[in-house]
């Protein structure tokens, strides 16, 4: 079911009155004059170049230095690709799960800022009727490329692993109504997370396939056994690795290990320091590998914001000390983590290099999404979307389609 003509207007008005923030400290290279930043680290597919180039023209990255180019000396920085996140939930103090249009793009710029320039929106356990009525104004604003698409978390999962997730909601995944859902995003559900041990999750992770949509096994209390049938069935993702999921055991190695094992399975992990410990995301890392993993931020409202009450669907959050637990319970609630964060926790915490961090930031979670002809990494003809980091990690220029979000900050 697809949103209402006045949800859809609303949306479009919107854009159309220009309601994406200005940019930060703008630089006066601006989308369609061309560019051509000097003197970087530059992170391509191929490897890193010192004292590299890279050329922009419009909204594209170009081959060559087009004439007339403005240069821009980045030299001791990074430049690196634009993030991509494939689970979030909200930032800067609004949700994707609940909140208007203009509370959505906030949200979107907010983890723009911080380097994210693709990005699919991810929803909570609700009634059917909200997230059809959720999915179906989100999908106008995948159309109007704001997001790269839609992420159902929940109703279908074990209300033994529910999380954050309001167990009165929880259903099993019923085919017809894992259909309704993907209807209503109108060809921009990207992925939809399940516990395919439920009653007719196996049938569910075929229809995902059949339909294009990401099957991922998330909250889920599936034996080593049963999860080895769910990828069979087309299941590719692990939502958020190791949480809200049965630990591993030497007798009983539970889904962590199938997921972990097998070439088909892309693991999710959140590198926020509470989350995971970081000998677990070395543990990902070494079956893994960068190109089976994609770090995700599973962000909050408070991504990006700051302490103090938010809520996750129908459930109240208490964040402090920048971690959102449930106030019911004290179960951790997502995260407040942005990807620029992560990124500089890989590098200088978990020991990654820049390369795979990169990877695992912007070119896995690229392919996953089908979308690696034209984002996840710094390629003539695939869009500008790139970074500027200093020596210490540090975000200095987010480019998102040729344009500065963040114009560079270099002095």
Known sequence: MAADSGARDSVNMRLRRGARPAPTHPHPATAGHPTVLTGATVVLPTGTVENGRLAVHGTRIAATAPENAQVIDVTGHYVIPGFVDLHNHGGGGASFTSGSVDDILKGIHTHRLHGTTTLVASTVTGDMDSLTHRAGLLSELAEQGEIAGVHFEGPFISPCRKGAHSEALLRDPHPAEVRKLIDAARGRAKMLTLATELPGGLDSVRLLADHGVIAAIGHTDATYEQTVEAIDAGATVATHLFNAMPPLGHRSPGPITALLEDDRITVELINDGTHLHPAALQLAFHHAGARRVAFITDAMDAAGFGDG??????????????????????TIAGSTLTQDRSFKRAVTVDGLSVEDAVTALSATPARLLGMADTI??????????????????????????????VGPQLG
């Open 376 to 405: 996840g990494s710094l390629e003539p003809g695939k869009y500008a979307d790139l970074l500027i980091l200093d020596s210490a990690y540090e975000v200095k220029g987010v480019m998102r389609r040729g344009e500065w979000v």
């Open 309 to 330: 009450r938010y809520w996750l669907g129908p459930l109240e959050v208490e964040v402090a000390d920048g971690v959102a637990r449930l106030v019911e319970d004290g």
